[in-house]
């Protein structure tokens, strides 16, 4: 069977990255981009010309989030299913088989378990820059290494993170195996200039500079200066007062109890998901009663409400903290406070991994109606990063007194 597809037309920057693509030998291909761009959309046609044109290809597409991969599967299932070069498409395990033996298998880095053991040909992973670093070198960067041929990391920047070194590895002529593009806003030709200038005067500096323009930033994330602070290889020896936070989960999400000293280190970490609120109840018990702090911050959620009636009476100073967007964002604030001015110490990143994935893959979205920001896990949990903020907001309210600097603002 001899089937000619045509592509869609591509703006002059999509035709630069997907001639390298296809005439040059580079291996790994770095797109740094801006919002609004067409990044997705030439995804979904290099895609679509991996699969076609070589026989017996294993394309993994990789995303962020369910959401955003099934986005990518929908946009390539749409352009595939007018012709008769699909096997099967399955729409339920996110995975289309072409005539030619070709597979393209759509995953989500929010179960990176599901990634492990599939081997791929050709690898597309859209906004690399949030993934976590062990996701990218223990998961997804193996499944290159048996038959890979070529891999497309797109993203737009998020810090001087794993993103920042790909790229500046494709920058550097030497390296004759990755290659790197950057494209900003003005690569849309049809960028609305005043949209953008909304858009820039509705944003922090750091945050335009970092989305639109590309580049680079130490403080375009919500959470900066981590290195400077998960420096534990081991949790010290608690000293003075302590004080706790917890969030709870119980099937979905985790339970977590972080416990800070007088001096601002975590000293005790708590992390578990019982499925029982019996079992969870006890644990949390034992857990306090073992370090007795002084004060204890607990979020009143569902399931926080029946675990505060619980353990009210058998802990001292315990108190429940209802969380609205306003409390959250106060709660956060002073979290990125704390960080920012060194006054806590956390573990290292290869000690309690949980802790520094979790501060290092939390963000925020605007919202244009309301004119607010809105904290949230970027992509998996964000039960450590709440339980650290409630102990953290009990320990400065304790130990210093000063005013809130908003660290993330629109005007």
């Not at 820039?200 to 680079?216: G, H, N, T, V, Y």
């Not at 985790?254 to 609120?277: E, M, P, Q, W």
């Not at 964002?329 to 920012?340: A, C, E, H, R």
């Not at 102990?391 to 629109?410: I, Q, R, T």
Request: proline share 4%.
């Amino acid at each position: 069977m001899n089937v000619k597809i045509q592509g869609c037309d591509l703006f002059p920057w999509q035709e630069i990255v997907a001639d390298s693509y296809i005439n040059d030998d580079y291996k790994t291909y770095v797109l740094n981009n801006s919002r609004q761009t067409g990044k997705s959309l030439l995804m979904s046609q290099l895609i679509l010309y991996t699969a076609i044109n070589y026989s017996n290809a294993a394309v993994g597409v990789v995303s962020l989030t369910y959401k955003q991969v099934k986005l990518i599967y929908a946009n390539v299932s749409e352009l595939l299913k007018q012709t008769p070069i699909v096997s099967s498409d399955n729409k339920s395990e996110l995975k289309i088989h072409l005539v030619n033996g070709s597979v393209i298998t759509f995953l989500t880095v929010q179960n990176p378990d599901n990634i492990r053991g599939h081997t791929f040909t050709h690898l597309f992973c859209d906004e690399m820059a949030f993934y976590q670093l062990d996701v990218w070198n223990k998961v997804l960067l193996p499944t290159t290494l048996a038959m890979g041929k070529k891999v497309v990391l797109a993203s737009t920047p998020r810090g001087t993170n794993h993103f920042y070194d790909l790229f500046m590895r494709g920058m550097n002529p030497d390296d004759k195996s990755i290659t790197a593009f950057k494209f900003d806003y003005t690569a849309n030709p049809y960028f609305d200039p005043a949209e953008i200038e909304t858009i820039r005067k509705s944003i922090p500096d750091a945050i335009f500079r970092q989305e639109f323009l590309c580049e680079f930033t130490d403080n375009g994330s919500v959470f900066n200066n981590l290195r400077d602070v998960c420096i534990h290889h081991e949790l010290p020896k608690p000293s003075g007062n302590l004080f706790a936070g917890i969030d709870i989960g119980l099937f979905h999400d985790y339970a977590v109890a972080s416990i800070f000293d007088a001096n601002g280190n975590l000293v005790a970490f708590y992390r578990s998901k019982t499925g029982s609120i019996n079992k969870l109840n006890t644990e949390l018990d034992e857990f306090l009663n073992k370090y007795k702090p002084l004060k204890t911050l607990l979020e009143l959620n569902n399931v926080g409400v029946s675990v505060y009636e619980y353990l009210y009476p058998r802990v001292r100073g315990l108190e429940g903290f209802k969380t609205t967007g306003v409390s959250k964002g106060d709660l956060i604030n002073q979290l990125q406070n704390s960080i920012d001015d060194r006054l806590i110490k956390l573990p290292h990143h290869t000690f309690i991994p949980e802790v520094y994935n979790e501060l290092v893959n939390y963000g925020f979205k605007y919202s244009e109606k309301t004119r607010q920001i809105q904290y949230e896990a970027i992509s998996g949990h964000d039960d450590v990063v709440m339980s650290l903020a409630l102990a953290n907001k009990a320990y400065v309210d304790a130990n210093h007194k000063k005013k809130l600097k908003p660290k993330v603002y629109f005007g």
